[in-house]
């Protein structure tokens, strides 16, 4: 895991937020940028409210829809990494226990208690549940990847059958 992954960080939007609601093999999908990274994928099935907009680009920055255009490739089994700028917003143990879990490859898990280790705290696994379960960039920082410590699914904003769709996608779980 010697991948870092570089998040934005707080800067003032070059042109305010924006958004973008496209269709995916998953359903609709809505993408949030500020303008430097982007801020916020909410996927189907998150009850992150109504992903408002009938799918089809209209003026969107080139960030979103290059997001957009990596993710149904990543969805298509064609990319298994992404090159996005990222801009989460969240606590510093938040953003910690994101950037280790955006470096776990396709294709392989960690279990949270791997992942508190990784932080150097190996008793804050239930706490990295925590934090992966407000991760606002699922997919791009793939907190389907971290799994429970006997290997079941456990925990995800968007229900444990997406979590499985997923996995099935990256090989990590077999085909149904």
């Not at 093999?25 to 940028?33: E, K, N, P, T």
């Not at 255009?69 to 989460?88: D, K, S, V």
């Amino acid at each position: 895991m010697s991948t870092r992954r570089a998040f934005a960080g707080n800067r003032p939007p070059i042109s305010g937020e924006a958004s973008l609601t496209f269709v995916s093999a998953l359903g609709r999908i809505r993408l949030q940028s500020d303008g430097h990274g982007l801020t916020r994928i909410i996927l189907p099935g998150s009850g992150d409210g109504e992903q408002h907009g009938d799918g089809r680009p209209r003026s969107v920055l080139p960030l979103l829809a290059e997001a957009a255009r990596q993710i149904n490739e990543y969805l298509a089994g064609e990319r298994t990494t992404f090159t996005l700028p990222l801009a989460p917003t969240g606590t510093p143990f938040q953003l910690r226990v994101w950037e280790i879990i955006g470096c776990i490859p396709w294709g392989h898990t960690l279990t949270y208690g791997a992942v508190a280790e990784l932080l150097g705290a190996r008793a804050k696994a239930r706490a990295v549940g925590g934090a992966a379960g407000a991760n606002p960039l699922p997919l791009v920082i793939p907190c389907h990847r971290v799994i429970g410590a006997d290997g079941s699914l456990t925990g995800f904003a968007c229900g444990l059958a997406m979590k499985e769709r997923l996995l099935r996608l990256e090989g990590i779980l077999p085909p149904p």
